[in-house]
């Protein structure tokens, strides 16, 4: 209960110096932005739904049906009264009124250890939420704190993995509509397929009055948390916006070094940090949507056949969208998928109890992470030059963190654990 405390004031006092900044900025932070969702139309209906899923893993399911019969209700009433006055349409309140008043439940009418679970379930809910809005805010911070970024060495060291950014862009515009809106949704819908795994995860919650110690949420959570301060000090824009023509309005077309991408490789030259718009983040470094990717796929690993079909396809789908829409570099990718199992390594690690496996693994991990970073910076000449040393090294330092978390977890499952010998019992005499 204490750690569900310091949690929550630790998330509570990030989210007020967030809301602190974005009024510096002159716009609303993720408190108020949240608190508006409580009347007007929220961003992102599904997700709220999907945070109603998570708080109501505590509740039984006479109480899932009620809460999703108040939401949906709620939802049809303000749908109504947007229709009446042609405001913006959009669902999703009715889903964060259950969160709060279940919230309320658990202080005015539960008790002990039903209170306690009641809360952790409700706080679960608004964490995910909250993730959403602060991420919002994160990347508002980097567009307004970072004037310059550092496409242009991301781009040249990308040379040495084929420019896969500029493959998977022909390949998704050879596929047309169909293909683009498909990736675009499964792109979209990160954070729900995320609820989905952990909904799996947390389906024995009710029955057994507790959270298990490690689950997907966890990581999804961290991962957002901890990606932006990489943001901060590797900033980069992506290629659609450095080579492209101004994608989604942002006005790239002006500060875009070239019109190149997806048809043409930017050439090889002489790097240099550019400057540009306030208004486009800057979170390419590393690609945090490869990460909560690749922690759905293993979080999936031990669900039903259907999910970890799912699973799978989540990454493959999120990779090429990551790629062909022209949000990332293969470098970033690469980058991701170390930050990743990094960081749920970590947490597995605190949750059994450090030793000396978990240690060496995540050390390890933090220092392939930071070698691609400073090599991304400070080599990329020297990478595009000679892709085919720098090419395969890159992958396989991939490679040797995917297979150290491999070997490591492995020795952490029991059920992976070698059967002790039973020792021969003497005959009776």
């Known amino acids: 209960m204490l750690l569900w405390v310091a949690v929550s004031v630790v998330a509570l006092g990030f989210l007020v110096a967030l809301e602190i900044a974005s009024r510096h900025y002159g716009l609303p932070g993720p408190i108020t932005n949240q608190a508006q969702e409580v009347i007007f139309a929220p961003k992102s209906g599904p997700l709220l739904y999907a945070s109603m899923a998570l708080m109501m893993v505590v509740l039984t399911w006479r109480e899932r049906f009620v809460a999703a019969g108040v939401a949906i209700g709620i939802d049809i009433v303000f749908a109504l009264v947007r229709?009446?006055?042609?405001?913006?349409?959009?669902?999703?309140?009715?889903?964060?009124?259950?969160?709060?008043?279940?919230?309320?439940?658990?202080?005015?009418?539960?008790?002990?250890?039903?209170?306690?679970?009641?809360?952790?379930?409700v706080g679960l809910g608004l964490l995910l939420v909250a993730g959403r809005k602060t991420g919002d805010a994160w990347l508002l911070i980097t567009s307004k704190t970072r004037p310059t970024v550092l496409d242009q060495y991301v781009a040249t060291a990308d040379h040495a993995l084929g420019n896969p950014s500029w493959v998977v862009g022909r390949l998704v515009e050879a596929t047309g509509p169909v293909g683009s809106h498909l990736l675009?949704?499964?792109?979209?819908?990160?954070?729900?397929?995320?609820?989905?795994?952990?909904?799996?995860?947390?389906?024995?919650?009710?029955?057994?009055?507790?959270?298990?110690?490690?689950?997907?949420?966890?990581?999804?959570?961290?991962?957002?948390?901890?990606?932006?301060?990489?943001y901060m000090i590797f900033p980069v824009v992506g290629p659609v916006f450095t080579y492209g023509t101004g994608a989604f309005g942002t006005g790239g077309a002006h500060w875009a070094v070239a019109d190149l991408w997806p048809d043409i490789a930017p050439p090889i030259g002489s790097p240099q940090a550019m400057t540009y718009d306030e208004i486009t983040p800057r979170n390419c470094m590393p690609s945090l949507h490869t990460a909560w990717a690749t922690t759905i796929f293993i979080h999936s690993r031990k669900a039903p056949r259907a999910l970890r079909f799912a699973g799978t396809f989540w990454l493959v789908a999120t990779l090429g969208a990551t790629l062909g829409f022209g949000y990332h570099y293969g470098a970033d990718l690469i980058a991701g998928v170390v930050f990743a199992l990094t960081i749920e390594a970590g947490l597995r690690a605190y949750d059994r109890g450090w030793d000396r496996s978990g240690i060496r693994f995540v050390a390890y991990g933090t220092v392939v992470f930071a070698a691609l970073l400073v090599s991304y910076r400070y080599l990329p000449t020297q990478m595009a030059d000679y892709p085919w040393a720098f090419g395969p090294l890159l992958v396989l330092a991939m490679a040797s963190v995917i297979q150290g978390y491999i070997r490591t977890t492995r020795q952490w499952d029991p059920e992976t654990a070698p059967a002790l010998k039973a020792e021969p019992q003497p005959e009776p005499v």
Not at 86 to 107: Q, R, Y
Not at 216 to 226: A, H, K, P, Q, Y
Request: net charge positive; aromatic share 10%; charged share 15%.
């Open 83 to 121: 229709w009446i006055v042609d405001a913006e349409m959009m669902f999703g309140n009715g889903a964060l009124w259950v969160i709060i008043g279940c919230g309320v439940i658990a202080l005015t009418r539960r008790t002990g250890q039903d209170r306690v679970l009641l809360l952790k379930g």
């Open 184 to 230: 675009d949704w499964v792109y979209i819908q990160l954070a729900v397929a995320a609820v989905v795994v952990a909904l799996y995860q947390l389906r024995n919650v009710a029955a057994e009055r507790r959270f298990p110690g490690h689950h997907l949420v966890r990581t999804f959570l961290v991962i957002g948390l901890l990606g932006p301060a990489i």
